[in-house]
């Protein structure tokens, strides 16, 4: 069994911080891609950024420049800083990570967060 706990959501004015993390705890053999989507009510559900186990970075053209993915692999945690907020932020953020489970051999699946509000205003 394994599970993504988020942490780090909450209401922040526009231009401002908030730092998201998600730590993966478990029977983990490996992590190999991990990654953040959020959804608003009404809309898809759209990847924001992603990192890979080797650090490879790619982001939504809506974030590029004020959000940065990292990860700490010791840790199994993936994080996501984000800068300079606008309202067009706010959404429901989850992560996501492909992970394979000890003495399971059927292959890396992916894990989702249950989720945190992030809640810009202006």
């Known amino acids: 069994q394994v599970q993504l706990v988020e942490s780090g959501g909450g209401l922040v004015q526009a231009g401002g911080s908030l730092r998201l993390s998600c730590a993966a705890s478990?029977?983990?053999?490996?992590?190999?891609?991990m990654g953040w989507y959020r959804q608003a009510p009404g809309k898809q559900r759209e990847l924001v950024a992603a990192?890979?186990?080797?650090?490879?970075?790619k982001y939504a053209t809506s974030v590029k420049g004020r959000f940065t993915i990292s990860r700490d692999n010791a840790k199994n945690t993936v994080y996501l800083q984000m800068n300079s907020l606008k309202p067009e932020d706010t959404a429901v953020y989850y992560c996501?990570?492909?992970?394979?489970?000890?003495?399971?051999?059927?292959?890396?699946?992916?894990?989702w967060g249950q989720g945190t509000q992030v809640n810009v205003s202006s």
């Open positions: 478990g029977r983990i053999r490996y992590i190999n891609d």
């Open positions: 996501n990570a492909d992970i394979s489970v000890i003495r399971d051999y059927s292959g890396a699946r992916a894990y």
């Open positions: 990192i890979t186990s080797a650090g490879t970075t």
